[in-house]
């Protein structure tokens, strides 16, 4: 292993301590005010299934958390977290591109955090070399200036410009954009201008509809949520694999109860 590689493992390993400590806790609704939650302890696994609602239901979003856990499900094959990029049978060709939708409040955040804990700790998807989650809330403070992408990767993430890492089409890594509909930067994916280098600074928004699209950094996973009103902000193309968060089963329920303590009437404001 050559000097530059040793230095890239050596910040791998600051950046999982870094998203560790990040994400080990939640602040639920449901606990008493300032007073976290061990994500590893109260996290339910969720029913995510492959495809979606197929179009954007009127009904008002925090009715339909219970909703979408009463959907038919013996047709579906639940995704788990750890699994939610690993091909199957079906699928051909690597997945590059997962859009994931949920009703607010259902959990999607809180699904992004324990992946990326998990490949923090070491549980999960040890082929991955840099998970990089951010969230459009974050995104949005940007505009109006220019970044590259790496510096773009290095404002949020300072160990890998520590470690110098300015040529990640070496590495195995994973964008999480989470909160697809917060964004109010102008993501114009039929107008926006093709930029393939990770080295020039654009605007953020440039940036994104190219890393989407596979202009920069093909090689790299990119995982979207966000709630289905705002899902067509992303053509169809760009995206390999829709999933969809259905909430809990009656026993994933059980199970939610048990590790929060929370009253059955409280399943419905899990934080996201």
């Excluded at 299934?49 to 009904?59: A, F, M, Q």
């Excluded at 440039?206 to 966000?226: F, K």
């Amino acid at each position: 292993m050559g000097g530059y590689e040793t230095l890239a493992v050596k910040r791998k390993l600051k950046l999982r301590s870094y998203l560790k400590e990040k994400f080990w806790c939640l602040f639920e609704g449901i606990a008493k005010a300032g007073q976290p939650s061990l994500l590893n302890e109260v996290y339910t696994e969720l029913f995510i299934t492959e495809g979606g609602s197929g179009g954007v239901n009127k009904e008002h979003e925090i009715r339909l958390i219970e909703i979408a856990s009463r959907k038919p499900i013996k047709e579906d094959i639940p995704i788990k977290c750890e699994d939610i990029f690993k091909t199957t049978s079906k699928q051909a060709q690597p997945i590059r591109r997962i859009l994931t939708t949920g009703v607010a409040g259902i959990g999607k955040t809180v699904l992004t955090h324990k992946f990326t804990l998990d490949w923090a700790e070491g549980k999960a998807n040890p082929d991955i070399d840099f998970t990089f989650p951010f969230t459009f809330r974050e995104l949005n403070l940007l505009e109006g200036k220019t970044f590259s992408l790496v510096e773009l990767v290095h404002h949020f993430f300072i160990e890998t410009k520590k470690a110098d890492i300015c040529n990640f089409d070496k590495f195995q890594v994973i964008f999480i954009l989470d909160g697809l509909d917060e964004c109010r930067l102008r993501l114009d994916f039929q107008n926006n201008v093709t930029w393939t280098n990770v080295n020039t600074p654009t605007s953020v928004n440039v940036l994104l509809t190219n890393l989407i699209r596979g202009n920069l950094l093909p090689s790299a996973r990119i995982w979207i949520t966000t709630r289905p009103a705002a899902a067509n902000q992303i053509p169809a193309e760009c995206v390999d694999m829709l999933t969809e968060v259905r909430g809990f089963t009656d026993k994933q329920k059980e199970e939610y109860f048990k590790n929060t303590k929370a009253y059955p009437e409280q399943v419905t404001h899990l934080a996201q």
